[in-house]
């Protein structure tokens, strides 16, 4: 229920957020750095399924290996997982839409979700959300990360598609998260 506590409450919240200071004039704010994250082999296997639907053709590419490797996580994809990317219906453009698991060299788990569409230039842009228990890998729970992909192999059977990744450098990251 919403009482006057809670009202004051809020504003205590806000309260104690930074203050940013408004520009007299409308410049553009400096762009968030990043840093990157990794770089990704991704093999896929063919296309198992297409399928016209109410939101495009929806495919089914399983995602059956690969490794990553960065300052700070490296380890193997595993083969369970698939891209049920979508062709949109009015425009052509495809759209991957990705989940997976990655296994960190020391033996932590992590499940991946990626999407993000075909660029003007090539490759496509993702945007790519973690999720892990691991204590050590926390932060990757907090961090926002996006991605350029380009396929590096394509055969009769499969893909083997390169992803760079990147988050803002401002993200939480593993020396910044504290557990009570
Ligand atoms: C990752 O996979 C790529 C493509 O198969 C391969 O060239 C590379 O050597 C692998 N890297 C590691 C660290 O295993
Ligand atoms: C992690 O975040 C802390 C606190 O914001 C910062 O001082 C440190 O440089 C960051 N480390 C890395 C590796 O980005």
Partial sequence: MFTLSTL?????ALSCLPL?????IATSPPSPALTFLYTAYVECDGNLMRSEGPYG???TIPIVGGNF?????????????????VVDPQTKIFSADTRYNLRTN????????TSGPTSPSGPLHLRLIFETGSRKYYWLNH???????????????G?????????????WNSTSVIFD
């Fill in 8 to 12: 004051k409450n809020s504003l205590l």
């Fill in 143 to 157: 961090i926002i990360a996006i991605g350029t992909l380009t396929p590096v192999k394509l055969t009769a059977t």
């Fill in 20 to 24: 940013i200071s408004l520009p007299a």
């Fill in 106 to 113: 020391d033996g932590e788990g992590i499940f991946i979700r």
């Fill in 159 to 171: 893909s083997t598609l390169r992803i760079d990744a990147w988050n803002m450098a401002s993200d």
């Fill in 69 to 85: 490797t960065g300052p700070h996580l490296s380890g193997t994809i595993l083969n369970v997982g698939a891209d049920w990317g």
């Fill in 57 to 59: 053709t929806r495919m």
